[in-house]
């Protein structure tokens, strides 16, 4: 890795002293929230309050940016099938906004890194939306996994489940 970089990470459900240890073991100093819905019903340490909260003890920012990030849009134009239409949202203006936004924080010198709820990037919007999009901006991404490990865009694609290929790929029609 060569330039800019963004790392992302799933809350799964993890303690919450878990994820703060995943994000300092990796010098993040903002934890920009791409979920939808900044809230979990079965995590709810990972509800948008007390998550920021803790962050904050922490010194690390909580940055709220599911609605321009998110992977599940209010705007049912932006869904196919009952599915989220990665195509279609790829061409929101609010999605490159928020990719403008990514870029401001890492001129600023942030330590950027995405959280959703899902741990394995292979079948997470952090890897099927946003990697592609984050690259073509010539930063580079890694996904920081449950157990530490930071994986590379390129291992995670060769674990993409084939069904999610197909669909992502019928989103392209």
């Known amino acids: 890795m060569f330039g800019p970089l963004i790392l992302t990470v799933g809350h799964s ?5 878990r994820l703060i240890a995943l994000l300092t073991a990796n010098q993040v100093t903002a934890l920009v929230d791409v979920r939808s819905r900044p809230r ?18 922490q010194g ?13 849009p209010e705007d049912r134009s932006l869904w196919r099938e009952d599915r989220p239409d990665f195509a279609a949202m790829s061409q929101t203006p609010q999605l490159h906004q928020g990719l403008q936004r990514l870029e401001k924080g890492i001129a600023r010198g942030e330590r950027i890194c ?3 709820s899902e741990e394995d ?3 997470c919007h952090r890897h099927r939306l946003l990697h ?9 991404l890694m996904h920081v996994r449950g157990d530490g490990s930071l994986e590379r865009p390129q291992v995670t694609e060769t674990r993409v489940p ?10 392209l029609l």
């Open 13 to 17: 459900n993890h303690e919450l002293e």
């Open 40 to 57: 979990s019903g079965f995590s709810p340490q990972f509800n948008a309050q007390p998550l920021s909260v803790a962050l904050r003890r």
């Open 60 to 72: 690390i920012r909580y940055v709220p940016m599911g609605d321009q990030l998110g992977g599940q």
């Open 114 to 116: 995405l959280m959703c």
């Open 121 to 123: 990037p292979a079948i």
């Open 132 to 140: 592609p999009l984050i690259a073509a901006r010539g930063i580079d």
């Open 162 to 171: 084939a069904r999610m290929r197909r669909q992502w790929q019928q989103s």
